[in-house]
């Protein structure tokens, strides 16, 4: 299954009519034997339709654009031949077809006369299946049969160079700048070195790569030199070879691939595949026929890759079976090559057969001495005027090969992970938004292949307040005022010009801003951020040619001077981002923007940035469980802890800990000798370790007096994915839930506070806390601000259900405790912890904490040993125990 079969209608209508010959073939199977079951139908269409796929692509398709004897004839299957494919192939030669595409699809009735839906733009056919829905395959079909495509050359349609899977009304990506730079990423080799490789003759100027003096021109006004020139700019701009649509190079590199992949393949279809009726029918297939024995369609030339007279195919070979093979090629390619079952598999890496260019010999990209890929794709291959292919080659030719290389390549869509609503063209009398979302946003983790993705997050398209809008005039400044809620004005200072649709052209409609639940925005809000108002702008994804200001209401009432951060989602990334800067008015009604401003049309708000907050986890007064109290670095490698060692404390009949408020007691029992040394126990009591709830203090400076605000914080530990929160709040009032409250004292200033959290029930380990902490305000029942986040570690250590009673321990019992990130706690019964760092690889020792000089390892049967500096050994069993 292609993942991109919905990139454009008309790869989509190829992916329906090869699913509609499949169904065709298994009706036909199935009738002349009802005894075949419904896995024997779909294997024996499946093999079918890769036979068409193959017999087609070799027959029809290669020989027009390679030439007539551009690939050797079919001499049987080689098992000696690696049909994987090549980096030069994937990440540049099969990208050809980028310069044939032209602006327009067209769509033609049985009459062959344009439907009025026709011409369909390119730019707004991207992941878009409507035209398909609305008038089936056959008018897709039809007009790609007789559109002549683009002529292929360093020219690229402004559709792929600035428009690429853009939503509607905003820009996209530019396909020749990725073309480029996947090259260098992939550390493909230059043009001339790649031609090297090739044993062709290497360009000595810009004039042996192309005869075209404009092309040598563009070139030479970016590169300096004609080495430099990356392996896909200089594929596109040479000279084609004969009888062929693609020059030199590409052609090398393309009938290399194909023949690997024709004579590597154990299931290739001329390879007793089939029986002599059947491979006969297989090769009697055309593109032509294919078309018309699966839609309505019935008058079609023998030939619709090109207008012009086909060439001759590369001949039959191999050989018919008597029966059909018992075998099926797996989903995956594994075990084609049954010598070497990987080879060619999906997943395995692309095929070097080339001396990699990375710049640093190893991954960094290559040519960082060449030009931007952007100022490339500028000054080469914008395209001054439209070209028609001088070898009459149809819109047809081009999706074959673009199903071809989706099929080979098996590289993920550029936006296959993207929802688009398109509620701008709701079938209703009110006005609803476009929304384009990321689903890993929505879902909360990345795209789950081959299973039901379930969005918890419910979408709202709000109805838009059109009618409150403002009409942009492109000739003036248009100042957009437009009332969300009684008594409150959200307004948009658009200068002269600025305001654009994704073409470019000049936005002269309604603009209108309607306020929207904040729960319901279509991006999730940052996770620290709690505005009291979001609104969005439409329609949506007009761009700005400069950053406009915006200026909101006070709703919550901050004090006057309050800086505030305005935020806007980002049409690219689906998230969103803080544009400018803002502050209350003086006056105190008004947040105003200051600096930067909105670059498109769509959701935004203002929001306070988080204040800072003190974790005193990096102070003395919670010094880091597992750092030495006299040199405590927090983002050191976790170190030791001795209690009474140089930290405050109070003694007694115990000793308590002031800085964490742990008991600390010891009891020598009566000692005795032994081998001429004296020798005895030590009990060792820990509170800590006996009622293991670690406290987190943290603090904010230079607080305001304000009786609407509140600091507020929430507190979670987390290990090896089990996260366990500090219960707090049930949630409401624009807060998730979990959150602890303290009322701002009079006159402010400097506030300190804690949280406990509660491990009694965790295993020990060292555990990941992240601390959310913020001063909100509250104002009509809803809280409004920024939260901020901090984390760091606590070695937890649980001995409640220590034999010798709860949180006693013996001195000198060692134990290790390995953590989901691959580190080692170890603790001894006397209060010692050392965290130890994970190996860096396999088979080397855990990184000592700094100060200690052992050395820990973890031994083949999944023991421990630690050696000492005099070489005294502690040995330790799987389980960790001394």
Known sequence: GDVRANDNPALASLHTLLVREHNRRADELALADSNLTGEQLYQLSRRWVSAILQQITYNEFLPLLLGESALPAYSGYDETVDPAISALFSGAAFRFGHSLASSEMVLLDENNDPLAESPLSLRDAFFNPEPLKDHGIEPLLRGLTTQVVEELDAQVIDDLRNFLFGPPGAGGLDLTSLNIQRGRDLGLPSYNDTRRELGLDAAQDFSDLTNDASVQARLASVYSDVEQVDLWVGGLAEDHATGAVVGETFASIIADQFTRLRDGDRFWFENQQFNAADLAAIRATTMSALIQRNTSITTLPASVFTTQTAPAGFGTGGAANASDPTENRTIDGHGNNVAMPGVGQVGTNLRTDFTPAYADGISQPAGPNRPNAREISNAVFAQTSPTTNADGITHLFMIWGQLLTHDTNLTPGGTDNTLRIHGESAPTSD???????KLPLMLEHEVYVGFNNVLDRPIYLPKLDVAGGTDINPSQETMVDQQIAPGEMVSIQVAAGTLEDRDGTMFDGTLSITEVPPELTPAALPTNLIPDLVVTIQPA?????QPTPVTFPNRSGWAPGEP??????????????????????????RIETISGGINNTSWGFPARPPIAIRDSMLETATPEESCPTTDCNHNSAAQTKRPGSGQANAPGTSVVELHSGAVIEMHELVSYYSLGQQRGLTLFYDSQRADPRPIIHFGADNVLADPDQRLVARLQFERGGTTTEVPGFAGGMGLPGGEHFWAIPDGGGNLQAALQGDLR?????????TLSTGILRLDDGQFSGAMSESSGQVVHVNAIDSPFGSGWQLAGVQQLVENPDGSLLFSDGDGANYVFGARPTAGEPYVSPPGDYSTLVKNTDGAFTRTMTDQTLYQFDVAGRL
Do not use: C, H, K
């Not at 989602?569 to 981002?577: A, R």
């Open 431 to 437: 006005a609803y938004p476009f929304v384009a979302e």
């Open 541 to 545: 994804n007009m761009v700005f040619s």
């Open 564 to 589: 505030m951060d305005l935020w806007s989602i980002n049409p690219e990334t689906g998230e969103f981002e803080d544009v400018g800067d803002m502050r209350v008015s003086s006056d105190g009604l």
């Open 761 to 769: 029930g965790q295993p020990s380990g060292v555990y990941r806390y």
